[in-house]
């Protein structure tokens, strides 16, 4: 299990293990919030294990920060399913896996921005092979889409009820459910 890291506004900022949370904390960086049951001792030490920390100073974290597409955030986004047949990662048959296509190909001029790109299956990826939606007629489920900052940072991370309480009360519960079965 990781520990969620809070900024000192309670802002959450990212997933730590627990190790370096301990030593945060060892070193007057951070404070615990909330902790498990368990306790981590040393020779000299036995503190709480931290499920959330806060830290004492603020650290600005820029609000416009672009995220990159990456194959994991992209199937986050697209909720792990093909854009085109509609089928889960584990729907697909033997050999068959979840790949990064491209509306407007590549070759034809296309990037790899976030509208431009959506989760197809490898079936799905060579039929549409290096056409346009409208030449082949495979349109995606979903029009592809920029993801909101919070999806992005926590979409693929497992949170325990409490770490998504503080999910919930800087963001929102709009925010929270966007990130579906997180929970």
């Given amino acids: 299990m990781r520990c969620l890291a809070l900024n000192a506004s309670f802002e959450p900022l990212t997933m730590v293990p627990v190790r370096r949370a301990l030593r ?20 000299r030490l036995t503190l709480p294990k931290p499920a959330i920390i806060r830290l004492v100073k603020f650290v ?19 909720s792990y399913r093909c854009q085109y047949c509609h089928r889960g990662q584990g729907e697909l048959r033997h050999r068959e896996c979840l790949t990064r296509d491209h509306l407007i190909p590549l070759s034809r001029g296309g990037d790899n921005e976030w509208t431009n790109v959506v989760t197809a ?20 489920m979903l029009a592809p889409r920029e993801p909101h900052f919070v999806h992005l940072s926590w979409a693929v991370r497992r949170l325990s009820t409490a770490q998504a309480k503080y999910i919930r009360l800087f963001y929102g519960e709009q925010a929270l459910r966007a990130l579906g079965g997180t929970l």
């Fill in 24 to 43: 945060l904390v060892i070193e007057g960086k951070a404070e615990i919030v909330e902790a498990d049951a368990d306790f981590v001792r040393s020779e």
């Fill in 60 to 78: 600005h974290v820029p609000r416009r920060f672009r995220r990159q597409v990456t194959n994991t955030f992209l199937f986050a986004r697209d």
């Fill in 121 to 140: 299956c490898s079936s799905c990826n060579t039929r549409k092979g290096n056409h346009l939606p409208e030449e082949c007629g495979m349109h995606p």
